[in-house]
């Protein structure tokens, strides 16, 4: 069993606690040590919640990590995204692997310092790109891989919430206020929140190199001066060509991430709020409907699947998955099979870029 510490999901946090479900799943990590919230007392309130011991949750995270280096084998970074860069920064340099979420960090050159320190001390750094942790996005991968839609001509992808459709950030939503506010969420709204979901997932299902892309970034929200909306012309070290759309403030949508690939032989769409299914289109024959669980499924795929055939899987054993591999690789040394540092700093220039390409007028911008 494996020991671990939270940085940020304090009371009332929305995504602190998924990690902590999801790593218990997995049941392979047990949390130690918390600095919960830059609130000592709040921290304690949680600390005591989850049975800590009291002289292991912390006022501050420097302090966690430099008190609880050697007795963790790694740190969750789970705070607004303005605490991600110092934070990971402090553990790393404490010799303490880290999980962080995404956005990673919010400028490029904060990123590359936590890759070049991860990689100097030899230290797991991954970060928390979800949607990879989905048994069929490991389907549509391995199946891409072995030529199941010939060469990939295009790809679009779309990720749509509506939560944000209206400015509640003016009415006391927490999650809103920090991530409207420039300083605190790093320039970006959407972009970061949801954008770079999509950033991270194409490329790592259909093995493609963004070269080029071309972005325009709109607030459509009155009052609102971060991007809620965003559409992206894209291109591929292939010549292959794409199209990206995020929203936050797409009316009536929840969590509407879709990604469909189509190559010059077949095409493929999988859709998150019916993760279980992968639609596969073999040209000039039938659509076929792919089902979890079932033996036609590949043994990428297979491993990260818990439950029989019709027993739906969704977000929480995504998350269980990433952890599963990033907690083998730690104990065991077994290969990286998790989103890393190097691919949160390549969605941390893709953020630039976007941001580049928008305030000149959706001009096209390479991609370093
Ligand atoms: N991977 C995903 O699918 C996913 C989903 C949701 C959120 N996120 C990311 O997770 C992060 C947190 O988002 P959230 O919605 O849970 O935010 P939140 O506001 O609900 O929670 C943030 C928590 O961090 C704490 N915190 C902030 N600064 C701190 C510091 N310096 N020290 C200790 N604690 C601190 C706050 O007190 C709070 O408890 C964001 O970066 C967000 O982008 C990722």
């Not at 199941?148 to 992808?157: A, Q, S, T, W």
């Not at 990206?244 to 189509?262: D, K």
């Amino acid at each position: 069993m494996l020991k671990y510490a939270m940085i940020g999901g304090g009371p009332g946090a929305f995504v602190g606690g998924v990690h902590r479900r999801a790593l218990a799943l997995n049941g392979q990590a047990r949390l130690v040590a918390g600095c919960f919230s830059r609130d000592l007392e709040k921290s304690r309130v949680l600390g005591r919640e989850l049975e800590l011991d009291g002289d292991r949750v912390y006022a501050t995270p420097e302090e966690l990590a430099r008190l609880e280096a050697g007795d963790v084998d790694f740190a969750v970074v789970v705070t607004s995204n303005e605490a991600h860069y110092p934070n990971v920064k402090a553990c790393l340099l404490s010799g303490i692997n880290v999980m962080c979420d995404k956005p990673f960090t919010h400028t490029s050159a904060q990123a590359e310092e936590l890759v070049r320190l991860a990689r100097e001390r030899r230290l797991v750094l991954a970060v928390t790109y979800t949607y990879a942790g989905y048994p069929m996005v490991r389907q549509m991968r391995e199946m891409i891989a072995r030529g199941d839609v010939g060469e990939v001509r295009f790809v679009n992808c779309e990720y749509p919430q509506g939560w944000l459709a209206e400015p509640v950030e003016t009415s006391g939503n927490v999650q809103a206020s920090w991530r409207t506010d420039p300083e605190r969420s790093g320039g970006v709204l959407s972009l970061g929140d949801v954008g770079t979901h999509v950033e991270y997932l194409v490329p790592h299902v259909t093995g493609l190199t963004l070269t080029r892309l071309a972005a325009r970034l709109d607030s459509l929200v009155e009052g609102r001066t971060l991007d809620d909306n965003g559409v992206i012309l894209t291109e591929y070290d292939t010549g292959a060509r794409g199209v990206y759309w995020y929203s936050q403030a797409a009316t009536g949508t929840v969590n509407g991430l879709r990604l469909r690939v189509f190559g010059d032989r077949g095409g493929l769409e999988w859709f998150q709020e019916d993760p279980d299914h992968l639609r596969y289109t073999p040209i000039n024959e039938p659509a076929r409907i792919i089902t979890r669980g079932t033996p036609e499924l590949l043994p990428g795929a297979m491993a990260y699947s818990h439950t029989p055939a019709g027993h739906p899987e969704g977000w929480l054993l995504a998350f269980a998955n990433i952890y599963k591999s990033f907690c083998d690789t730690i104990a065991t040394g077994a290969a990286m099979d998790f989103p890393t540092g190097e691919d949160g700093l390549r969605g941390v220039r893709f953020m630039e870029a976007c941001l580049q390409s928008s305030r000149q007028g959706t001009a096209w911008i390479d991609i370093p």
